[in-house]
Structure formats: structure tokens, C-alpha cells
């Protein structure tokens, strides 16, 4: 269905929100056409914002884009239309569209915390193209660069169990705030909802050792607590042999979630791709 707001409105919060979407543009006309050169729609796979003029050939054109959406792939095609041939329209010009198709955000980073950390690993994060939803509970804590990025967003934490019910199922969760008294209440928040991709707490093997025994306290079963990451990270001595980080500045510490976070994709393959 067309919904009332505007296809660069839609396009911004689409982009912003990380969701699969069309950008259909109509670049060039011959004859007798609904729209003139340069009239776009955006085309989700349940809505369609503004319009190329309506009649068969808008939804031939909603079809086309509604496929490659299915096939979820990016990519651009060109699509011609015979507005009097292929489209059966009365108008009989000839119309040429460019579906230009994002298919959205593949993974959701689910980022608690804004400290110095946190910061490097949502610029590190962002050309991966994930949607990144950053959560601090402190007052006026993220950099104004973060405004405006697309698919990242930044939310206030006021309880640890609302913050974590507003992620999606499957989300990857990294804990990283300045209080452990929050860490602790996020993770077991994280915990008890049991769909997250992967979890990882910053700190030490100590630290982890007190949160595990106030973890099982709280009736988390020990194979759940096995699912979390804690230190984040892999660090490789001279031989090759796990070590343990002592440089805590934020460049080296910005590169150690990533093994954690991301071996989902190596993980999640199908099948029929394994060598």
C-alpha cells in the first residue's frame, strides 16, 4: 500500500534503521508518461512511499523491486518499460526506472556502553554496514558525530531489562559500561532472553569469575553462562599462544571484540557452501 510519507523521508529512516528497500527512480521518458524524469518511490516489502504515477506500470515496477528484495542482494538494475507494450497502459510512452536495492542491515550490534571503547568500536563497526544500537546510561555521554549516522542509534538506559527488550532476536550484545553493578544486570538481562547471536563483557578473567558466581546465585544455568565471552577477544603471544592483554589502550583494545562477534559468520554457513 502507498503510506502518506515522502519517498526522501522514507529513504532517510529506512537507511538510518538499517531495512531492506527500493529506491526506484524513474531517469528517463519518451512520449506520453505518467511522471517526468527524476520522480522517485521508495518500495519496501509490505509498503510503497509516494509514487511513479500508478497503474500497471508502477506495479510492474513494485514487482521487479519486491524480487530482488526476495533474492537479497544490493545491487542497481535497469528496468524498461512499454507503456503500451509490456505495461498495457493507454498513455503509450516508453519509460526507463533504476531500482537501486539495499538489503538492509544483515546483523544488529547491540552496544552498552560510550566510554572510550566504546566509541572506537562503533567507527570501527560502521563500514560493516550493521545496524548499531548504542546504549549509555549517562547524561550528554555520545560524541555529536554519532548523531546522524546511518543505522546507529543512541538510547539512554534508565533499567537494564527495558534496554535489552528493545533489541531484535539475534542481536550481538557487547557490554562495556562504566559501572559493573549495570554490567551485571545487562548480562543476566541478556541471558534470560536466550536468542542473542553472541555476548561479550569487557574486563578480566577475575572480574568474570565474580560475575559468573553472582550469575549462577541468580538461577542461570552454568552451560548459558558458557555462551558469554568474557575477556573479549584473542590475543596471540610470540608462539601463537592465547596470552593475556596488557596494553588497555584504546587502539589495541578496539581490535579484540571482533573474533568474538563475528565468528557467527563462519559458524552460520550453509551447508552446501562447506569445503
Known amino acids: 500500500m502507498n503510506v502518506a510519507e515522502t519517498w526522501h523521508a522514507a529513504l532517510h529512516r529506512l537507511q538510518r534503521e538499517g531495512l531492506p528497500h527500493v529506491l526506484a527512480t524513474q531517469v528517463t521518458s519518451a512520449g506520453s508518461t505518467p511522471r517526468e524524469p527524476g520522480a522517485r518511490m521508495v518500495i519496501t516489502e509490505e509498503a510503497v512511499f509516494d509514487t511513479l504515477g500508478g497503474g500497471t506500470f508502477e506495479w510492474q515496477t513494485i514487482a521487479a523491486a519486491r524480487h530482488k528484495l526476495s533474492a537479497g542482494e544490493a545491487g542497481m538494475l535497469l528496468e524498461a518499460f512499454s507503456l503500451g507494450g509490456r505495461s498495457g497502459q493507454c498513455c503509450g510512452g516508453f519509460v526507463n526506472v533504476l531500482l537501486e536495492v539495499f538489503p538492509g542491515s544483515r546483523a544488529t550490534l547491540a552496544l552498552f556502553g560510550a566510554g572510550h571503547v566504546g566509541r572506537e568500536i562503533v567507527q570501527l563497526a560502521q563500514p560493516l554496514g550493521w545496524r548499531i544500537m548504542w546504549f549509555d546510561s549517562r547524561e550528554d555521554t555520545f560524541p555529536s558525530w554519532a548523531q546522524g549516522q546511518p543505522r546507529l542509534d543512541c538510547y539512554p538506559v534508565n533499567e537494564a531489562h527495558n534496554a535489552v527488550a528493545s533489541l ?53 544455568p552454568a552451560d548459558a553462562l558458557e555462551t558469554v565471552r568474557c575477556p573479549l577477544g584473542i590475543a ?31 559458524t552460520r554457513r550453509p551447508a552446501s557452501s562447506a569445503a
Open 168 to 220: 531484535p532476536s539475534a542481536a550481538h550484545a557487547l557490554v562495556m559500561t562504566h559501572d559493573h553493578g549495570e554490567d551485571r544486570a545487562l548480562i543476566s538481562a541478556l541471558l534470560a532472553r536466550g536468542d542473542c547471536a553472541s555476548i561479550g563483557l569487557i574486563g578480566s578473567q577475575s572480574k568474570w569469575a565474580s560475575f559468573r558466581s553472582w550469575l549462577l546465585r541468580q538461577g542461570h
Open 236 to 266: 596471540k603471544g610470540p608462539g601463537g599462544e592465547t596470552t593475556k592483554v596488557n596494553d588497555k589502550t584504546p587502539t589495541p583494545l578496539r581490535c579484540l571484540p571482533w573474533p568474538s562477534c563475528c565468528r557467527w559468520r563462519q
